[in-house]
């Protein structure tokens, strides 16, 4: 027989009822979540930005030493190069500045040279070349055969039995 709608399905009803009443909760616990890292990281931004304005205030304030430095460095540069042009023209100093720019003449070009003939900083380039270097670079020729028969051939029986200027340690893997 047929009941009510309301006595068939008020169980349903409430179960869905209390089934909402749970994802409504879930729902503002999420939002609470949701807000709560907002709210952090909005700290965390506010904390690197005023970090960042901290930087930059030391860095505006070394760039104003800095140029109050090469100020200072250029007036004085001026006040020795106005006395260096009253030198040069008093008649007395004269020949003494030719001798003088002559000599620095002299230095750069002597310094020049000396730098040209000096050897390379070959052992920081080196260095340098080693850390460019990847990991098992050039270790290939460790496994070619050519490379295994040189290193285990007997050089010393070879030169008590030949002249020692025709014999050769070099190795030469042509086409590789």
Known sequence: MW??????????IEQ????????LDELKILQLQASKESRREAAEERRFAANERERQAVARADV??????VEAN???LEQQYKGMED??????????????????IIDETLR?????????????????????REDGTGYWIFEEPKFKDW??????????TQNPKTIS???????M
């Open 169 to 175: 340690n070099a190795l030469w893997i042509a086409g």
């Open 151 to 160: 290193r285990m051939a007997d050089w010393s029986s070879k030169a008590s």
């Open 87 to 104: 030198l040069r023209r008093s008649p007395v100093c004269r020949n003494y500045w030719h001798i003088l720019t002559f000599g620095n």
């Open 74 to 76: 250029r007036r004085l």
């Open 16 to 23: 869905m009822k209390s089934h909402r009443e749970v994802l």
């Open 3 to 12: 009941k009510p709608f309301s006595a068939r399905f008020d169980d349903i």
């Open 112 to 132: 020049t040279i000396q730098q040209w003939l000096n050897p390379p900083e070959f052992a920081l380039e080196f260095e340098k070349s080693l850390d460019l």
């Open 64 to 69: 104003e030493l800095i140029k109050f430095d």
